[in-house]
Structures are given as C-alpha cells and as structure tokens.
C-alpha cells in the first residue's frame, strides 16, 4: 500500500522535490535498487494468456506453468540494461511482526475475492471474472526462485532483504551502494531514500512520466524534520497502523507542523472526533522506518557478471517452454546491452546542483495549492497481494 496519497500530495506540496526525467535512458551508467517483489505481482497481473478467451488467465508454457513471471522480468531487464542501467533486485524476506494485521486482512480479502472469482466463472461473468482474477494473485515462493535464478543466470547482482524490500532498496541508497531506489511504494521514501524513480516499472504501453523524487527537497520544502516526516507518514497513513479519522496528508502535515510529534498530536485530539484507532503502535512503526533494515553495507559488494548465455537458454527453452527462436533474440539484445551498461553516467563529468528551495517555495499550510493535472497518479499499490 505505502503511504496513502503520498505522491500526490508531494506534488501539490513540494514540487521543486519532483523531477520529470526522459525515460530509462536518463540513469545510464547509474546502478539502482528495484523491488523485484513488486515487478512479479505487475507481471502477473499484466501478462496474461489471450488464447483463454477471456485473457485472465496467467501466462502458461505447454505443461501448465505459470510463464509471466519470467517473461516480464527477462523482457524488462534488457530493456533496462539497453537504456544503460545497471540493476539491483531486491527480494522481499520475512514480514515485520508490526505488518501481520495488514498482511491478515489481505488474506481475507483475497479468500473472498476467489469465492468470487469462482461463481463469476460458473456464471460465464467475463467482466466480473477479469475484476477478481487481479485480486487473487499471489507470488509464489518458486515463482520468487525463478526469477532469482534467471537474474543470475544474465549476470545481475540479487539482494535478499531481511524483511521489506523497499526498506532494503531505501538503505541501499542511503549506504551509497546505489544511486536510487525503484519502485512505486512512496514509503520507500519514509525509509529514508534519498532518491525514488517512480512510474519506471510502469509498462511502455502506459507512457507514464518518470518521475526523480529527492528526500532532502521534500524535507526542505515542507520545512520539517526526517522524523516529522515519518511521523507524518504514519498519520497519513501506512502498512503498519491503522489511521485516525478524519486525517489524511493535507491533515497530517499541519498537525506536524503545529504540534511537531505524534504524542503531542494526540495529547491535542478530540477523541469523539478523532479518537486514536485500537491498532496504532506508532512508535514501534516510527523506528521500523527509522531503521530502514537492510543488509550490511560492508559485507555487500555488487558484482555485474557476464551472462550465462548457455544456462539461459536451457532454462527459458528446456525447462519453461520458451520458444528457441524468440530466446534467440532476446540473448542477441542482451549481449548488445551489456556495452551499454558500461557506460559513465553523463552528470560524472560535472556537478549537477541541487534544487534551490526559496523561503517563498516552502509549503504553507495556510494557503491552498491546486495540483497540476495528472500529476501524483503513480503505479498501482502492488504490494496488497505479495504474501
């Protein structure tokens, strides 16, 4: 989920934080951090098989296995190594004890999305089966191997968080072992990265703008602390409690502001009219995101390898049904990427400075901002299925 109505808000709120750049081809040379949790469930809720009639079935080879995964991660990858990026794949671990309630709920709402599904398709409900088919995906523990499994074979480095993989991905930036992270979770930015690119695993179809988000901008502009702005991102709302009525970000950030923490900020409450919900450990989610928990900086050294054409091959044709042909193609691209990930990023050979934040820039609660159209509207939450 992230953090709710963050993005938009940030935009509306602290736009000299924002940057449109020109697609993949404006980190070349840059190594970044992608939730790779997240690039499956996409994958297997875009790729789907049209041969079923209905197209909402999952991609599946001649045995019945589940091909999605792999064939949008595979394609996606050389795209990105064309385009002269090196990536980094983090993989999500174990669940943080304070995320057990978030991750029961979607149980439940993905068990009763399937009864669902199910009497959509004895009824022949095209439209309604299409609709819970989405809600009923899950990545599979073998499914998360196979892609491990491939991204080593084409020589990438894979990372294996100890528990959230954008909590890894924000550590990873802030250790400087990448330049950004990647994903289309804002909390990633509450863990403290000091740089997100959003919409990049938003499918070419979509031609969404690429967005550059920068912390110390956002901290800047909204004239507030890194530990106001966790705090109010968990008023705002996030995985790990559950929210106040009545408070969103526009809320949020002027109770910070005015009272500076969230214990001043309920000392303060009404509470008939916004009375403190029964699950609301935030101080145990402040220091989760306070954390960031990663893997040790000097233990991780990332390694960009020539591929393993051979053992891509069998994989992908031998073992999951590729067409030889096809493979054929995507290796060429692949061996032609790898000149291009070699490649200097182009701001190596000056500074680039950072966004001026004027007084007049910073956000004012008082006043009224209108977003420009369009803006804030990133990918969908992914992760309410992973688990």
Sequence with gaps: MGIKGLMKFLHDAAPKAIKEVKGPEAFTGRIVAIDASM??????????????????????????????????LLARTIRFMEAGIKPVYVFDGKP???????????????????????????????????????????????????????LRLMGLPVVEAPSE???????????????????EDADCLTFGTPILIRNLLAAESAKKTVYEVRLATI????????????????????????????VGPSTAIKLIIQHGSIEKIIENLDPEKSPVPN??????????????????????????????????RKFLVEENGFSEERVARLLERLKVSKAKTKQRPLDSFFKVAA??????????????????????????AAKRARR
Excluded: W
């Design 39 to 72: 690039c499956l469930y996409q994958f297997l809720i875009m790729i789907r098989d049209q041969s079923s009639g209905g197209g909402y079935g999952s991609l599946t080879n001649e045995a019945g296995q589940v091909t999605s995964h792999i064939q949008g």
């Design 96 to 150: 943080p004890e304070l995320k057990m309630a978030e991750i029961a709920e979607r149980r439940e709402k993905r068990d009763v999305a399937e009864k669902a599904l199910a009497a959509a398709k004895d009824q022949g409900n095209e439209e309604d089966v299409k609709k819970m088919a989405g809600r009923t995906i899950r990545v599979t523990k073998e499914q998360n191997e196979q892609a491990k499994h491939l």
């Design 165 to 183: 993989a954008e909590a890894c991905c924000a550590g990873l930036a802030k250790d400087g072992l990448v330049y950004a992270a990647v994903t």
């Design 219 to 246: 901290l800047e502009q909204l004239n507030i602390t890194m530990d106001q702005f966790i705090d109010f991102c968990i008023l705002s709302g996030c995985d790990y409690c559950e929210t106040i009525r009545g």
């Design 279 to 312: 699950r609301f450990p935030y101080k145990e989610a402040r220091e989760f995101f306070r954390l960031a928990e990663t893997v040790d900086p000097k233990e991780t050294h990332f390694e960009f390898k020539e591929p393993d054409f051979d053992g891509l």
């Design 355 to 380: 966004p001026t934040v004027k007084e007049s820039d910073k956000f004012d609660p008082s006043k009224k901002r209108t977003a420009p159209k369009g803006k804030g509207k990133g990918g969908a």
